[in-house]
């Protein structure tokens, strides 16, 4: 039989977002409340396009290479002067890329040349609605304390890999030249799989009345379909109205510290504090933390953690047909975080 995998670190597959002007909250705008514009690729002219995609490829290729320092030189002075959390994010990234070629998948111009501080001299939210050529599609990005000047975004997808990554690149046109204000890069995959494929799945889920697993698999497709925070779409809008309309009832409040989730087993009721998905170790598995009053001793622990896979498993048997296994955190106060992870056929029923 196969070991369990002790950790005492869980393992992180986020997009990081490093030092960007961008940093925001998703929005969707109402055409006509903005004074803002949005040029998509197909719309702008060819000199913009061509000078969008030619700087995202230029610094597609820098991260891969490690070039910290000439992407440095090309990032606008406030977060050149401040550039560790980008250089972090581009050391993170330029593994995932060895090998891979490059295809600039869109670029999208925001003009916001004109916009005005507030009245009180704060700077303003900043809404941009970019609609779509001959569709009734829609894209939209909401930025708040944004400063007046003229910006894109190039989203740059790697290629020729087994898993490939997506680079959005949040760029400043200062001095005719365009400058990098952000860097978020992301995974395009979740254990070989793409968006479209975790949609389509959830959808099923959901025909089947398979709620918890419907509704992993949304977060899943939106986690990858989404490229920034700070952007809206029709089609995202329709992936969240569906999987909000499969929410388990005992997520409604969403599952945290302040809104624990009760998990009964067979002797104890177990507090799950936080709920997830990770494909670190290839498939995917669902990640569960639990409050526990001590982890010292790592027997003890892992008899612990096995309780609360099987009372998992009871309460909710679907999981075991969309999930490789199960991850359990145990959080101690004052303790490093005690998990294992076991495949769903070497979890104890």
Known sequence: MKESRVVTKRVWRRAACAGAVLAACLGLVVPGTYAESCTTQALMTTADRDALAATGRSFALMVQAGNAAGLRAQTIPQYAQSFQGIAEAMSATAPKLAGASFLVESVYLLDASDLKPNSDGSLPMAQFFCALNNSAADTSFTIPN???????????????????????????????????????????????????????????????????????????????????????????????????????????????????????????????????????????????HVTAADVSDPVAARAHNLKVMQAMLTAHPELKEAFHGLWVFADAPGSTPFGIELPMAQIPQ
């Open 146 to 288: 944004l400063p007046a000047g003229r910006y894109g975004l190039a989203m740059v997808h790697s290629t020729g890999v087994a898993a490939p990554w997506q680079m959005t690149f949040v760029l400043q046109q200062l001095n005719g030249a365009w400058k990098l204000a952000g860097f978020i890069p992301k995974p395009l995959t979740s254990a070989g799989h793409d968006g479209v494929w975790y949609w389509k799945q959830a959808r099923d889920y959901a025909k089947k009345g398979e709620r918890w697993n419907a509704w992993f698999y949304y977060q899943v497709a939106r986690s990858l379909l989404v490229p920034v925070d700070f952007v809206g779409s029709t089609n995202l809008d329709k992936l969240h109205s569906e999987s909000q309309a499969v929410l388990p009832d005992e997520m409604q409040d969403g599952v945290s510290a302040a809104h624990p989730l009760l998990l009964k087993g067979s002797n104890e009721t177990y507090t799950i504090t936080s709920l997830g998905t990770d494909d670190a170790l290839g498939g995917l598995d669902l990640v569960i």
